[in-house]
Nanobody
Framework: VQLVESGGGLVQAGGSLRLSCAAS????????MGWSRQAPGKEREFVAL????????NYADSVKGRFTISRDNAKNTVYLQMNGLKPEDTAVYYC???????????????WGQGTLVTVSS
């Protein structure tokens, strides 16, 4: 299984970025997909997840209303649209996959290598 994130970079506060995660080696539509992040010196934290079909999503309170998770099962890709970025959103963002469970945690079977998002003030 491979999860490859892209789309990170440097952006000013208030700006937007769209992260992508291309999955291979798994039956993508059978996996719940999620995004988590880890800021320097902090533990990895849940950001968002999306159900197999995309009909259900869950967000951390800190990003609700600013971030949107979506997926394209035909392209084996999950996205994270991030708007209204704040300096505290600076972190390495990880894509992850699991078969079951829509709770806000980091219990995933597979992880990507991460992509860095830096938000300047």
């Amino acid at each position: 299984v491979q999860l490859v994130e892209s789309g990170g970079g440097l952006v000013q506060a208030g700006g937007s970025l769209r992260l992508s995660c291309a999955a291979s080696g798994l039956t993508f539509s059978s996996y719940i997909m999620g995004w988590s992040r880890q800021a320097p010196g902090k533990e990895r934290e849940f950001v968002a997840l999306i159900s197999w079909s995309g009909g259900s999503t869950n967000y951390a309170d800190s990003v609700k209303g600013r971030f949107t998770i979506s997926r394209d099962n035909a392209k084996n890709t999950v996205y994270l649209q991030m708007n209204g970025l704040k300096p505290e959103d600076t972190a390495v963002y990880y894509c992850a996959a699991r078969r079951f469970g829509t709770t806000r945690d980091n219990e995933y079977a597979y992880w990507g290598q991460g992509t860095l998002v830096t938000v300047s003030s």
